[in-house]
């Protein structure tokens, strides 16, 4: 059976502008069954990143380039939507600076929204203290408000794009830091609620439930960004940055099960998966059969 009341939308975005795995996510997952699952498919919007240097002001790579591709992928989903009213994308990035298109396409319509942002990592760095620069190691404090103003507020959007009071983290890493990843979650404001990696290993579905009771009261609906990271590295090793200490495939079933069946979710993001990291396409067939467990309809 297919999904009911869903279509495709392919972000091939890769904020490293190197040219790496992420950008093939969309055809891959195509590839392993995701069409079949969801057969309406809005095709790849054109984002285009391939500048890997790091800008001098902000520290941000490739930031003329991330600043259109935000512009372009909210255009694109605007016009794909216009074109299934009543339908809910799926958005297979692509790493998790897609965000950044996809926030202010749903601010257009839509006054407050809401953000379950699940991911390993909490994505909360700034130009300067990140190692790299790019915006996937930031695109959650961009979202919230912190950052240069043509990320924070792109494509004709105003700042911030989500407050932090509206996002929920789910699935970061809290145990056996390094002193980099500890001082990162130490950046994070107090207003962004949290449900750690070790409380979702613990009671998923708990979770996932409570995470959906925190936004219960967001009247523009809510989103829900999944970063493949935050499956533990022995269910999915196929990412950028994988981190130890996370959930089963399983778990994160459970975990998102409350969140997709809820009346309030405008659509799903899938970020950080790797193909060239899968070479057999075991992991691919892992998140296709996540989300047929997931999607209304997509029954066996």
């Known amino acids: 059976m297919t999904a009911q009341g869903w279509y495709l939308a392919g972000a091939p975005w890769d904020c490293s502008g190197l040219g790496r795995g992420e950008r093939l996510a969309p055809a891959a997952l195509r590839a392993a069954g ?24 902000t520290g941000v790579r490739a930031l003329e380039q991330t600043t259109r591709a935000a512009t372009v992928l909210a255009d694109w989903l605007d016009a794909a939507a216009g074109r299934r009213p009543g339908h809910r994308p799926l958005v297979v990035g692509g790493d998790c600076s897609l965000l950044l298109g996809v926030l202010p396409w749903l601010r257009r319509s839509r006054g407050r929204v809401g953000l379950w942002f699940v991911d390993g990592h909490p994505d909360y760095l700034d130009g300067p203290s990140s190692p ?29 794009l989500v407050a932090p009071a509206d996002v929920v983290l789910v699935g970061h890493r809290t145990r056996d830091l390094d002193p980099e990843a ?81 009346p309030r979710l405008l659509g799903v993001s899938i970020a950080d998966f790797r193909p060239d990291l899968d070479p057999d396409g075991t992991h691919a067939a892992t998140l296709v059969e996540l989300f047929r467990r997931l999607l209304p309809g997509a029954g066996a």
């Open 34 to 57: 995701l069409s079949e699952l969801v057969p309406d498919d809005a095709g790849d919007a054109p984002i285009v990143i391939d500048d890997d240097r790091r800008d001098d002001a």
């Open 132 to 160: 790299t620069g790019e915006t996937a190691d930031m695109d959650l404090a961009l979202l919230t408000g912190s950052g240069p103003e043509r990320l924070t507020a792109p494509a004709g959007s105003t700042a911030p």
């Open 182 to 262: 500890a001082a990162e979650v130490a950046r994070l404001p107090d207003s962004i609620r949290r449900i750690d990696a070790p409380a979702v290993v613990g009671a998923p579905r708990r979770c996932g439930e409570r995470a959906a009771a925190l936004l219960a009261g967001v009247d523009g609906g809510v989103w829900l960004h999944v970063d493949c990271d935050v499956l533990d590295p022995a269910a999915m090793p196929a990412v950028s940055y994988p981190e130890p200490g996370g959930p089963t495939a399983g778990q994160v079933a459970d975990l998102l099960a409350p969140l997709v069946a809820g």
